[in-house]
Structures are given as structure tokens and as C-alpha cells.
């Protein structure tokens, strides 16, 4: 099968309009222990998209290790894909409209952590949701990061966090929420269980981060949570450039207290692309493990042969990763509890707008 191209989109600047304008108290964000900061790991996937490319030349081999994931077909018709071409609107039309042109060769599908206690179970609610684009065109992979706690209208539920589709319909729906959200046409997907993470870390031999004393501090505060409940874990004693474990670096990643939310997902992209950088590195015979080890954990409804085709792709062409997320400043984003749950709630037209822009024009607001 193909991968499929987007098509062009016509952005309705009425959506949203009656929850965007309640006036409800703002509340503080609820922290919870079970909800950790595990954003940058999940983009591990794209690290092992590109290396499976590096088996180019043996393909039987590849094909046997990219059937560690579980495949899940999706029926297209039921995935709220907008299709609609731009129309011309009128200075009397009441709604106007505006035109957002899809960039050439640009490929979309969607990516998710699923937050669940078995290693081998991807149901339940997806605590990481990311757009992965693909711009053959400018030779990147730009990863949109959209907010768990985003209030959004999920189908058959009305409007709750965006989170909760993928636990009540699993990818189907969690796809039709992206889409009819973010006027987007993703037909693809790969869930990946947060299993093993730290393992995966560990096989590549480690990541080396830049760390200060206020983050050693709080990591080290995490570790000794990771002692307490069976996970060994020593203690960070450096700062400056430090070679962290597979569960220090998840204990530095998940520091919310250092620096305000672009500081926490700075730390994260440092990990990343640290684990990125040096999976790059690793000798040949070193990958099909580390392919076996994501791949066991996650399921897809991309082919061996569209998997394939991306990593060939980004290796051949030494794509580059940039990365975005929602909200932002741009979105007049606020928090509010909603029906007893707490709530990213804003602008999801202004977003749909950057993030169409990022994806097929490469620009982002100042």
C-alpha cells in the first residue's frame, strides 16, 4: 500500500466557539505520581522507523523483526478524514473560511503512549498524542505534541479530555478525534506501550545530558521513588555534562518543578535527541535488538512495506526532527475543571491554523 499524501484543507473559523467562551474560575493543575512526563520517549518510534532502514539490503531479515508489532486495520470510512478542497468564500458569506495548502509530499500519521500496567496490553488512555509529519519535500520529521488534557469534542461522548477517545474507541476513534478536531486526514497510527523504556535506554548505553544542581536534586528525589517501588536506580552525584542510565533519564525527564512547561519538554527534547544521536551510533549488529525491544511494545496499522519506505527515506535523505506542541502561548490556552476533571481548554481553531502552517508552509509563529 502507498503512503498517502494530504490533501488540501478549508479551516471553519466558527468551531469551538460556544465551550471556548465560558467563564469558568481558573484552578490549579491537579499532579498526579501516575502522570509522568514521558513525552520525548515516545518519538523513540521514529528513531527505530529510521534505523529499520539500514537493513535496506537484507529485507527478509527486516521484515521478520517489524513483525514484533501487533497490526490493527483501520476502516478509512469511519476515521472523520476531511477530504473537503478549499472553496472561494465571498466578503457576504457569513462564516468565512480559510484556505491552508498542503504542502508536496507531506505524510501524516499518528502516534500515541498508552498508559497501561501490562507490557503487553496497548488499551487504555493515550497519555502522549502526537501528530508525526513527514515532509519529503524539506527533508524533515516534525512531531506536533497535543496536550492529554485538551478539551476537545470526541464523538458519541460529547466534549471531555482528549485523552479518554483512545480508551473509549480505541485508534479508530482516537484518530476521528485528531481529525475532526485539527481538520486533519491522518489514516494511520502506532501505539506504544511505556513499557520498558529505561531498558531501551540502557541497551543503546545510556544518554548523556547536560544537568544542573537544582535538576540533579529533584531527579535524585524521583530515583529514590524508583528504589522504593523495585526499579534499582543509583543516584545522580554530577552536574554538567553526565552519562545518565536508561532510569536516571527517565527520573530527569520527568522533573516538573525546574523552570516553567517549555523548560520540563527542553529537558525532554535533550534526552531525545541524545537517545536519537546515539542509537545512530550503535554498530549493526546492535539494531535488531533495539528494534525488537519498541517494536515488541507497540501496534500499528502502518505496513512492513510503509515502514520500510520511511526509513529508507529518512536515512538516505539524513532527515532532521523538529518538534511542536500544544497549547502554547499562541492559543489563548487556559485551565479550567470541567465536570470534575481539569482541563486545557483554547483556541483549537488559532491551533489547527499553526499547526497547518508548520506542517505544509515550514513556518511557525514568532
Given at each position: 500500500m502507498?503512503?498517502?499524501?494530504?490533501?488540501?484543507?478549508?479551516?471553519?473559523?466558527?468551531?469551538h466557539?460556544?465551550?471556548?467562551?465560558?467563564?469558568?474560575?481558573?484552578?490549579k493543575r491537579?499532579?498526579?505520581?501516575?502522570?509522568r512526563?514521558?513525552?520525548?520517549?515516545?518519538?523513540?518510534f521514529?528513531?527505530i522507523?529510521i534505523?529499520?532502514?539500514?537493513?535496506?539490503?537484507?529485507?527478509?531479515?527486516?521484515?521478520?523483526?517489524?513483525?514484533?508489532?501487533e497490526?490493527?486495520?483501520?476502516?478509512t470510512?469511519?476515521?472523520?478524514?476531511?477530504?473537503?478542497?478549499?472553496?472561494?468564500v465571498?466578503?457576504?458569506?457569513?462564516?468565512?473560511?480559510?484556505?491552508v495548502?498542503?504542502?508536496?509530499?507531506?505524510?501524516?500519521?499518528?502516534?500515541?503512549g498508552?498508559?497501561?500496567?501490562?507490557?503487553?496490553?496497548?488499551?487504555g488512555?493515550?497519555?502522549?498524542?502526537m501528530i508525526?509529519s513527514?515532509?519529503?519535500?524539506n527533508?524533515k520529521i516534525?512531531?506536533?505534541s497535543?496536550?492529554?488534557?485538551?478539551?476537545?469534542?470526541?464523538?458519541?461522548?460529547?466534549?471531555?479530555k482528549?485523552?479518554?477517545?483512545f480508551?473509549?474507541?480505541g485508534p479508530?476513534?482516537?484518530?476521528?478525534t485528531?481529525n475532526?478536531?485539527?481538520?486533519?486526514?491522518?489514516q494511520?497510527f502506532?501505539?506504544?506501550?511505556?513499557?520498558?523504556?529505561?531498558?531501551?535506554?540502557d541497551?543503546?548505553g545510556?544518554?548523556?545530558?547536560?544537568?544542573d544542581s537544582?535538576?540533579?536534586?529533584?531527579?535524585n528525589?524521583?530515583?529514590?521513588?524508583?528504589?522504593?517501588?523495585?526499579?534499582?536506580?543509583?543516584?545522580?552525584?554530577?552536574?554538567?555534562?553526565v552519562l545518565l542510565?536508561?532510569?536516571?533519564a527517565?527520573a530527569y525527564?520527568?522533573?516538573?518543578?525546574n523552570g516553567?512547561?517549555?523548560a520540563?519538554t527542553?529537558?525532554?527534547?535533550e534526552?531525545?535527541?541524545?537517545?536519537?544521536?546515539?542509537?545512530?551510533?550503535q554498530?549493526?549488529?546492535?539494531?535488531?535488538?533495539?528494534?525488537?525491544?519498541?517494536?515488541?511494545?507497540?501496534?500499528?496499522?502502518?505496513?512492513?512495506s510503509?515502514?520500510?519506505e520511511l526509513g529508507?527515506?529518512?536515512?538516505?535523505n539524513?532527515?532532521t526532527?523538529?518538534q511542536y506542541?500544544?497549547p502554547?502561548?499562541?492559543?489563548?490556552?487556559?485551565?479550567?475543571t470541567?465536570?470534575?476533571m481539569?482541563c486545557?481548554v483554547?483556541?483549537?481553531?488559532?491551533?489547527?491554523?499553526?499547526?497547518?502552517?508548520f506542517?505544509?508552509?515550514?513556518t511557525?509563529p514568532e
Open positions: 502507498a503512503l498517502r499524501q494530504q490533501p488540501m484543507y478549508t479551516r471553519n473559523n466558527s468551531r466557539e460556544d465551550f471556548l467562551s465560558m467563564d469558568r474560575p481558573r484552578s491537579r499532579r498526579s505520581k501516575r502522570r512526563t514521558r513525552r520525548m520517549f515516545i518519538t523513540l521514529c528513531v522507523i534505523l529499520s532502514g539500514l537493513f535496506s539490503g537484507g529485507l527478509i531479515y527486516v521484515k521478520s523483526l517489524l513483525g514484533q508489532a497490526r490493527v486495520d483501520l476502516n470510512d469511519d476515521l472523520g478524514i476531511v477530504t473537503t478542497p478549499p472553496t472561494t465571498s466578503e457576504n458569506d457569513d462564516v468565512q473560511q480559510e484556505e495548502p498542503a504542502g508536496p509530499e507531506v505524510i501524516n500519521f499518528a502516534l500515541y498508552v498508559d497501561t500496567r501490562s507490557t503487553t496490553d496497548t488499551t488512555n493515550s497519555d502522549v498524542i508525526v513527514v515532509d519529503k519535500t527533508n516534525r512531531l506536533i497535543i496536550a492529554r488534557d485538551t478539551y476537545v469534542a470526541v464523538e458519541g461522548y460529547g466534549s471531555t482528549i485523552n479518554h477517545a480508551s473509549y474507541g479508530t476513534l482516537a484518530i476521528k485528531l475532526q478536531n485539527f481538520q486533519m486526514d491522518i494511520d502506532v501505539a506504544v506501550n511505556f513499557a520498558q523504556v529505561a531498558e531501551i535506554i541497551y543503546v545510556g544518554v548523556t545530558v547536560n544537568v537544582d535538576e540533579r536534586r529533584v531527579a528525589q524521583y530515583i529514590a521513588e524508583l528504589n522504593r517501588i523495585g526499579i534499582p536506580c543509583s543516584e545522580i552525584t554530577q552536574t554538567g555534562d542510565s536508561g532510569p536516571q527517565v525527564s520527568r522533573d516538573r518543578y516553567n512547561d517549555g520540563r527542553g529537558r525532554q527534547r534526552v531525545l535527541m541524545a537517545l536519537y544521536e546515539t542509537a545512530k551510533k554498530p549493526v549488529t546492535r539494531y535488531p535488538g533495539l528494534v525488537k525491544l519498541v517494536l515488541a511494545q507497540c501496534s500499528t496499522s502502518l505496513t512492513d510503509e515502514m520500510l529508507i527515506w529518512a536515512v538516505t539524513n532527515a526532527i523538529e506542541s500544544f502554547d502561548g499562541n492559543v489563548n490556552s487556559r485551565g479550567e470541567i465536570n470534575g481539569w486545557y483554547y483556541d483549537l481553531d488559532k491551533a489547527t491554523e499553526i499547526l497547518h502552517r506542517i505544509y508552509e515550514d511557525l
